[in-house]
């Protein structure tokens, strides 16, 4: 029961009405793990295929899961996938990655994996039979172009590609070596204005 102050009963005011209340100095939250790796984060590319956009012409790109094994995931975390020389394949209505090599984990034991497994390839079925459609087309190929997290899931980018012919790869250079010397010269312009 609280104290109650003053001598009258129609002006008797609670004692734990007049103290002040406590205020509480409360933390903002902090981040989940301030030292997680950009990479395991979703931030930053697990691996990109740099030659990709060399060697193909990338018409569409397209978003697919990638079943891996523990060692696997934790391989791709440390930076050791490589995409360089591989492609997708559709066969039997699933869609596979071949040639592409995540290198083994360091604390891997005897059940570490096999770095150019083939691995499935998770979308829907949908979008499996719309690549169907379009990879039978004459020159068409799925390229995956790079490999990255995506809330906790590893992920890889494909694009349906035509192969470049070696003249197309010199236009190419040509037309990203003027764009360069244009950006150039319009930086030397704004300095010396």
């Known amino acids: 029961m609280p104290v109650v102050l003053g001598t009258s009963s129609s002006h008797a005011i609670p004692y ?6 406590p ?14 790796d950009p ?6 590319d697990a691996s990109v295929n740099r030659i990709a956009s060399h060697n193909y012409f990338l018409l569409e790109k397209f978003e697919a899961g990638v079943v891996l094994t523990g060692t696997e995931v934790k391989s791709v975390r440390d930076g050791k996938a490589n995409l360089k020389d591989s492609y997708g394949l559709i066969k039997e209505g699933e869609l596979w990655l071949l040639n ?4 083994p984990y360091d604390h891997g034991n005897i059940f570490n994996h096999a770095p150019l497994r083939t691995r499935k390839l998770l979308m829907h079925g949908e979008e499996i039979r719309k690549l169907i459609g379009k990879t039978q ?6 390229i995956p172009t ?3 997290f995506k809330n906790g899931r590893v992920k890889v980018e494909l694009a349906l590609a035509k192969g470049k012919q070696l003249w197309d790869k010199r236009e190419t250079e040509r037309r990203r070596t003027a ?14 204005a």
């Open 16 to 21: 734990l009405l007049l103290m002040p209340k």
């Open 23 to 36: 205020t509480h100095q409360t933390k903002p939250n902090p981040e989940k793990n301030p030292r997680r």
């Open 39 to 44: 990479t395991a984060a979703g931030q930053r």
């Open 100 to 103: 592409a090599h995540i290198g």
């Open 137 to 142: 087309q004459k020159g068409l190929t799925l």
């Open 146 to 148: 790079r490999m990255y």
């Open 179 to 192: 764009d360069k010397e244009a950006r150039e010269a319009v930086s030397r312009s704004r300095k010396g």
